[in-house]
């Protein structure tokens, strides 16, 4: 059950971010991208940091 509300909300996201940048809304998709890539990289370092 968790992986569906999983896909549905990645699927929702990735739509919204194709309608953004299909209106040329290039500054809140630019936003976008990089919290996601803040989000991987924090995931990462807390990620290490509890390994060590």
Known sequence: ???CG???TFSTFSAENLRLLKTGNFILSRY???N???GIIAVGIVETKVQE
Do not use: P
């Open 1 to 3: 059950m968790i992986f």
């Open 6 to 8: 999983g896909y549905t």
């Open 32 to 34: 976008i991208v990089v």
């Open 36 to 38: 996601v890539l803040l």
